[in-house]
């Protein structure tokens, strides 16, 4: 059993906290992974399943041992790190089998198993190289051969492909998710790439300023994120968060006023709403569309077209000088540029979220 | 493990909080050993720097003591002052200011243009001449001293200031240092100069020497710690005359005339000492930056 | 037009001449650093050649006879020169080693992310500012068989340790030692930064304690700079001069001829004996004995090293 259970898990440096009772369950064979923005606290919390750092309070558990106060060598976890870490002054087939050496593993077997690995990731020929002999993307393997070749409980990994460039990063990213559902290892992978994290995750848990502000798959954190920080932070472009207020229509039904507009809350929520509520209203960009003034919801002023390929952003600027993204596809009419143009929403694409918590609206139990 | 302890239950908290117990108490006896060993180390570092103050502010006869007193009791402050007077250390204080700052100005000069020259100018053998003044590194000093003394008498400076300063108005270290920090200027920088009009002397003092002044601190110190302490050219090369000795001579002076007041001789050990010890507490970055220029290639 | 011209044959000269400005102003900055060395660094090399050719006069005044390598052969082979030869060697091989082992040591316990370490390192970075003349009164004192700290001790010997031929060379050991130890300790904090953090962490994960990480890790890494420090103490330790002149100053003679290192040989032998010659040569094989000894370690320990970043 090799789940990862974090309960309560707290980090203060000096002053400053920067993970704050952060409460986890990461199943077994699961690849979770930690996003959000530099200095959420994600790295902090790898590191205390790695034994680098402690925590100042709270219990980190793998398989069924609380580790808090067992030696990083003892735990049985690897970790790759966004360096990667090799040891310079060794060769390649020597970085792999150090942990093995470490172990007491015989010569006989530790060469077996290097073997094994490096014609698993491909490093065949370069087992006598340095590691200031190869690439950046040979050096990536080498360091992910070095943790897998334990066969440890838990693979930790520190945004291993942060230093990659743009095309390799693809390739990697599938050969690591590839690699993983092959071993069924349990694994932590930390990122600030959204992409990354929608494409390798099993469940993805988003922090901000050390609280984990959801955990979910993909697409339950895309199509309903618990706050304003995740429902702008998932999504390319991201979401269109507008300030309003809510306010009675003339038939009684409760709609949203923005600035130029007016929006239609799902009937669902109208219990959870009152007039005169300020919230945060959030509709993504590939939600929206333009469309003659009769039966557009928001109307504003085209300041930039973009044209991306297959599709184009329509940038329009609303009477508060605040920005709206529409997303067209390429064969859709463009509109020029200063044009004043009609957005319209499409039902039931609309987010609602409490102005000053920042918490989502649902309707009520 | 407890064949008992179910998997999905996380360990029973009494089990942690002793764990977490011995653990912290093995941290804490690992972090005071630590600690005990480093001010172990650092007594025995700073001991003969205490014994000196200490023995300094004795009377005559209580240094002879068994066992030597750790602390003054009647701290007897005129030793101070009859080192400074019979040891003429206030002259010899200024011989040594004079020469180090002459040295250090005349360094960080000759250094700033040279590293200059060979940072941003070009020039027929300019790799060679580099090469050349970091040559003069590997030049040890007894093989100049002979003929060193021989020039500076036969141009009229022995025993003067300028005998004392002038071999070492040039330093092949600083001239490495400050090519490096000017090397390090991007190039944007003095493109953008080169296309607002500045000639290569206004780029030098106004763009480049600011931008490099944590490297023109740093060998500023380095250079005049070295200047300061100082001891066999000043010797040569003031040949016995006592009016230009240097602080670092005089203190050797000061020892013999005050052979069995070693009180005395230690209190102008001190008053040497101190200028120095002010100069790493103030300036301790610049000194480490200038010292492990280097060693970090 | 078939032919393009690259530029006007004006612009070609003002280019030319603007070229020429460069260099100028080139050779002219660097020539104040160049005359000083010529002068003072240069020059005496090359003469101390030619001086070492001539033997002095005994008595001053009268002219120098060319005797050629002859003096090399005499001087080189004379038991002063040999015994202050080992007395040297000896000297280095005290000092070098221990104050690097130390310097490493105290950098790396100084070196953890511990609350107030700061002073400590300040205090063992704080002997790199003692002079010469300081540190020999300060251990002058110290050492003296009458006042200092050795009867406390119960360390007395016969005759008193700076007169003693058998341990006045490691007294003056154990003052250049405490004086040197201040930029060891600063050469290797500054190696230790330059590991990475991270190696030494993915080592802890891997399975290595504090001692395998120290030898397995750190000090591989830690190569040049150890290389460094060597070549650096070396020459340290053979610049040795004003500690012996002060120190041996505060005793009688016997001792003297037992620390008689090649540096102050090489003064006394110019200034007392007023021996020019006979002081070149030794100059020169002091010299070569650095040259080789740096050669030396960078062949030897540039095996070892392993760049590699």
Known sequence: MARVLFHEVTKRFDETTAVDRFTLDVE??????????????????????????????????????????????????????????????????????FPLRQRGVDKVERERMVTEVATTLDLDGLLSRKPAQLSGGQRQRVALARAIVRSPLVFLMDEPLSNLDAALRVQTRADIVALQSRLKTTTLYVTHDQVEAMTMGHRIAVMNHGVLQQVATPTELYEHPANVFVAGFLGSPGMNLMPGRVASGPDGALLVAVTDGVLYPPASLTAALTPGQEVVAGVRPESMSLTTEAHGDISATVVLVELLGAEAHVIARTGDESHLVVRQSWSAPRPDQGERVSVRVDPGTLHLFATGTGDRVSPPP | MDAETSLTDPTPDATLARNARRARRRRRARLTANYAALTAAAIVILFPVYMAVVNSLLKEG?????????????????????????????????????????????????????????????????????????????????????????????????????GLAVPFLATGFGIFLLRQAFLAIPKDLEEAARLDGYGHWRFMWRVAVPLARPVVAALAVFSFLAAWNQYLWPLVATGGNTPLYTVQIGLKELVGTQADQLNVSLAGAVIAFVPLLILLIVFQKQLVRSLTAGAVK | MTTVELSPPRLLHSRRSRLRREALLGYGLVLPALAVFAVFSFYPFIRNFKVALYQSPPVPGLPSRYVGLHQFGHVLSSSNFLESLLTTVIFVALVVPISLLLGLVLAVAAQRKLAGLRIYRTIFSSTVVSSVAVAAVVFGTLMNPIVGLLPWLGISTQPPLLENTTWALPAIAVMSIWQFLGLSFIIMSAGLQSVPEEVLEASRIDGATAWTRFWRVTIPLLSPTIFFAIVVGTIYAFQTFGQIDILIGFSNDPARLHTNVLIYNIVTTLQQENNAGAAAVMSIALFVLTLLLTLVQMRFLEKRVSYGR
């Open chain 2, 62 to 162: 209580q240094i002879a003591e068994q066992p030597p007193p750790l602390f003054p009791n009647h701290p007897q402050w005129h030793n101070y002052s009859t080192a400074w007077t019979s040891g003429h250390l206030s002259t010899y204080l200024a011989n040594s200011a004079v020469v180090s700052i002459t040295i250090v100005v005349a360094q960080i000069i000759t250094s700033i243009l040279a590293g200059y020259a060979f940072a941003f100018l070009r020039f027929p053998f300019r790799r060679t001449l580099f090469l050349v003044c970091l040559a003069t590194l590997m030049i040890p000093f007894e093989v100049t001293l002979i003929t060193n003394l021989n020039t500076v008498t036969s141009l009229g400076w022995f025993n003067s200031y300028a």
């Open chain 1, 28 to 97: 077994d064979g699961e690849l979770l992974v930690l996003l959000g923005p530099s200095g959420c606290g994600k790295t902090t919390v790898l590191r205390t399943v790695a034994g680098l750092e402690e925590p100042t309070s709270g219990t980190v558990t793998i398989g069924d041992r609380v580790v808090n106060d067992i030696d990083p060598k003892d735990r049985d976890i690897a970790m790759v790190f966004q360096s990667y870490a090799l040891y310079p002054h060794l060769t390649v087939a020597r970085n792999i089998e």
